[in-house]
């Protein structure tokens, strides 16, 4: 069993950052890939970044390289990503997932132009 909890969300001004965390508990953190992904209402969940167990190699989904950058401390059982050059297309709800179909409540990420 794994539960995640997502954190950090907001409003912010184009080209303004936001930093999102997702802290997990339940089964060893260290061991598993983490991923964010995100949701427009009515659309379906798309995957925005993963990173491997030891933080050593991440994937970015074409629209965020550049501007979006995951990363992990399993220390502190918590995978992050942030933002930066926001733009209102990245107005989305982010979830972070776990193996196993495990997700997050979300949180509400809204970009103003």
């Known amino acids: 069993q794994v539960q995640l909890v997502e954190s950090g969300g907001g409003l912010v001004q184009a080209g303004g950052s936001l930093r999102l965390s997702c802290a997990a508990s339940g089964r060893t953190f260290s061991s598993y890939v983490m991923g964010w992904f995100r949701q427009a209402p009515g659309k379906e969940r798309e995957w925005v970044a993963s990173i491997n167990w030891s933080g050593t190699t991440t994937y970015y989904t074409d629209s965020v390289k550049g501007r979006f950058t995951i990363s992990r401390d399993n220390a502190k059982r918590t995978v992050y990503l942030q933002m930066n050059n926001l733009k209102p297309e990245d107005t989305r709800v982010y979830f972070c997932?776990?193996?196993?179909?495990?997700w997050g409540q979300g949180t509400q990420v809204t970009v103003s132009s």
């Open positions: 997932g776990a193996p196993g179909g495990y």
